[in-house]
């Protein structure tokens, strides 16, 4: 489908793009890489009557290491996560979920603050940041806000954003010695969202005991769902067989899906345990190394 008109107006700033929305009020939409806002235009289940584009407002795309955080930019692109070296070398769960992303065209303009900031719980970067445990960091017209992930997302599409505010940058904990994390999900087809998609990420001590330990899942709910039983069997023990298999099963259970075209809620249950066991043997090997 074709979307419904709309007028469309550039930021070149920040504070270019406050003032648009502060004049245009809640009939304007931000718009960065255009790849989650744009197909629900297309399928009328959004219909903003202006677009403000972000998307060149400068020093806004970056990733580095800075203090104890790992600190990313949100107008970062996709394929900037991908080529990264910091992030091959020490943080490859972005590598796994990136290579799981649509396809290259998307990638190439597809930002990381818009795939978090659209609430979306089918996106896959979601779930990173919740099995990261990372802080959202935003600006709008009154000033600069830090919201810890676990307060970001509030429902279906809503997040903790107020009218106006823009996602500026990402900040992750510094990866530490014997850490790991893994990323997967099912689709139907290359490029799909997931029918269903867990990222772990998990902080061992030096005798193996879990220290840490985060597990997001995607789109298993109406919004990005932690697993925060299946943490609670992990956190503070050595991570056992036994356990990885008492967590896969919490995953089923707990998680909170919907038949649709992409599977049974049986089927998804099912996937989810496999995926939740796999993923957290694939981030204990990472730790390990």
């Given at each position: 489908m074709i979307p419904a008109n709309f007028n469309y107006h550039k930021a070149s700033s920040l504070q270019e793009?406050?003032?648009?929305?502060?004049?245009?009020?809640?009939?304007?939409?931000?718009?960065?890489?255009?790849?989650?806002?744009?197909?629900?235009?297309?399928?009328?289940?959004?219909?903003?009557?202006?677009?403000?584009?972000?998307?060149?407002?400068?020093?806004?795309?970056?990733?580095?290491?800075?203090?104890?955080?790992?600190?990313?930019?949100?107008?970062?692109?996709?394929?900037?996560?991908?080529?990264?070296?910091?992030?091959?070398?020490?943080?490859p769960i972005f590598g796994d979920a990136v290579w799981l992303t649509a396809d290259p065209s998307v990638r190439n303009f597809g930002t990381i603050g818009g795939n978090i900031a659209h609430g979306d719980a089918a996106n896959d970067q979601p779930a990173l940041m919740l099995a990261l445990r990372a802080t959202i960091i935003a600006e709008g017209a009154d000033g600069k806000k830090t919201i810890p992930i676990d307060e970001f997302f509030h429902g279906f599409y809503m997040t903790a954003l107020e009218p106006g505010d823009i996602l500026t940058e990402i900040q992750i904990?510094?990866?530490?010695?014997?850490?790991?994390g893994a990323y997967h999900k099912v689709e139907?087809?290359?490029?799909?969202?997931?029918?269903?998609?867990?990222?772990?990420?998990?902080?061992?001590?030096?005798?193996?005991?879990?220290?840490?330990?985060?597990?997001?899942?995607?789109?298993?709910?109406?919004?990005?769902?932690?697993?925060?039983?299946?943490?609670?069997?992990?956190?503070?023990?050595?991570?056992?067989?036994?356990?990885i298999e008492q967590v896969g099963v919490i995953a089923g259970e707990d998680a909170e899906p919907e038949s649709d075209l992409r599977g049974s809620e049986a089927y998804k249950r099912s996937i989810l345990n496999t995926i939740t066991k796999r993923m957290l043997n694939k981030a204990l090997e990472r730790a390990r190394q």
């Amino acid at each position: 489908m074709i979307p419904a008109n709309f007028n469309y107006h550039k930021a070149s700033s920040l504070q270019e793009a406050f003032a648009l929305s502060a004049e245009l009020g809640e009939e304007a939409k931000y718009m960065s890489g255009g790849h989650s806002l744009l197909p629900m235009m297309k399928l009328r289940f959004a219909t903003p009557e202006h677009i403000i584009d972000i998307s060149k407002i400068e020093g806004l795309s970056y990733i580095k290491e800075d203090g104890d955080f790992l600190k990313i930019g949100a107008l970062t692109t996709q394929t900037e996560l991908e080529h990264n070296a910091i992030l091959k070398s020490k943080y490859p769960i972005f590598g796994d979920a990136v290579w799981l992303t649509a396809d290259p065209s998307v990638r190439n303009f597809g930002t990381i603050g818009g795939n978090i900031a659209h609430g979306d719980a089918a996106n896959d970067q979601p779930a990173l940041m919740l099995a990261l445990r990372a802080t959202i960091i935003a600006e709008g017209a009154d000033g600069k806000k830090t919201i810890p992930i676990d307060e970001f997302f509030h429902g279906f599409y809503m997040t903790a954003l107020e009218p106006g505010d823009i996602l500026t940058e990402i900040q992750i904990p510094k990866s530490k010695k014997n850490s790991g994390g893994a990323y997967h999900k099912v689709e139907r087809k290359v490029g799909d969202y997931a029918t269903a998609g867990v990222a772990v990420h998990i902080e061992l001590d030096d005798d193996g005991v879990c220290q840490e330990i985060g597990i997001g899942l995607t789109n298993v709910s109406a919004v990005p769902m932690r697993l925060e039983r299946g943490e609670e069997v992990l956190r503070g023990k050595k991570v056992t067989d036994e356990l990885i298999e008492q967590v896969g099963v919490i995953a089923g259970e707990d998680a909170e899906p919907e038949s649709d075209l992409r599977g049974s809620e049986a089927y998804k249950r099912s996937i989810l345990n496999t995926i939740t066991k796999r993923m957290l043997n694939k981030a204990l090997e990472r730790a390990r190394q």
